[in-house]
């Protein structure tokens, strides 16, 4: 069932009690259902990031050792500065990627979060029992 929709042939609940208990039990599935998606989106987001960790890791690593000899030669400075300069390019580089990633990430469950906003002002307008 769609959370933005309810079932046009449902009843309307007996008592306030049954109305809070109905209402629990439709944000708990939203929950399950939420929680799901974010699992399964970020498995696949660690997964694919695992691989071209690797991937990219191997590939710089032996450019790297193919370079800092290659640039030492040609300029006469001795390859563990340039190695060193190297290393922290690297380090500006990884932080600027950290920083980008974190920018990036969109709030869990958008829809639960809605609907607990909406709960809250519904909750605000019942009068309590008497």
Do not use: C, Y
Request: hydrophobic fraction near 50%; glycine fraction near 4%; charged fraction near 20%.
């Amino acid at each position: 069932m769609d959370p933005e929709t309810e079932a046009p042939n449902e009843a309307p609940p007996a008592n306030w009690r049954e109305a809070v208990a109905d209402l629990l039990s439709a944000r708990i599935d939203l929950i399950r259902l939420e929680a799901g998606q974010a699992t399964a989106e970020g498995a696949r987001k660690a997964v694919a990031l695992a691989v071209m960790a690797i991937s990219v890791t191997f590939t710089w690593a032996l450019v790297l050792v193919g370079l800092i000899p290659l640039i030492s030669e040609s300029f006469g400075i001795k390859w563990p500065l340039i190695a060193l300069g190297a290393a922290g390019l690297h380090l500006f580089v990884a932080l600027l990627m950290l920083s980008r990633i974190r920018r990036q990430s969109t709030p869990a469950f958008p829809i639960t979060r809605k609907e607990f906003q909406r709960d809250r002002e519904w909750f605000r307008t019942l009068k309590p029992p008497q």
